[in-house]
Nanobody, 121 residues
């Protein structure tokens, strides 16, 4: 059974840090690009960070560059998102995804269930 399970979300004050984890089962993350997305209330789901391979250069949304770091451990079949200097506008449900590039676009094969991140004083 294929599963992506996020953890590590919660309530944090502005300027604080959180580390999200995404544990995969039923498939190997080494076969996929792994990405984090987020969806704020009333908004669409936006890509935050993407890791195309171990050791490759990750891609980040401009809004999180320099503050968030994506990483993966293929041996543990797990992906991470280290989030520093958090801002209220980072408040959202964060989802991990397993993607493949087909044609000219990224397509998501698997989604996690999401984990809530709330940045508030």
């Amino acid at each position: 059974q294929v599963q992506l399970v996020e953890s590590g979300g919660g309530l944090v004050q502005p300027g604080g840090s959180l580390r999200l984890s995404c544990a995969a089962s039923g498939f190997s993350v080494s076969s996929y690009a792994m990405s984090w997305y987020r969806q704020a209330p009333g908004k669409g789901r936006d890509m935050v960070a993407r890791s195309t391979s171990v050791g490759g250069t990750p891609n980040y949304a401009d809004s999180v560059k320099g503050r968030f770091t994506i990483s993966r451990d293929n041996a543990k079949n797990t992906m991470y998102l280290q989030m520093n200097s958090l801002k209220p506008e980072d408040t959202a449900v964060y989802y991990c995804s397993a993607q493949r590039y087909r044609g000219t676009s990224w397509y998501t094969d698997y989604w996690g269930q999401g984990t809530q991140v709330t940045v508030s004083s």
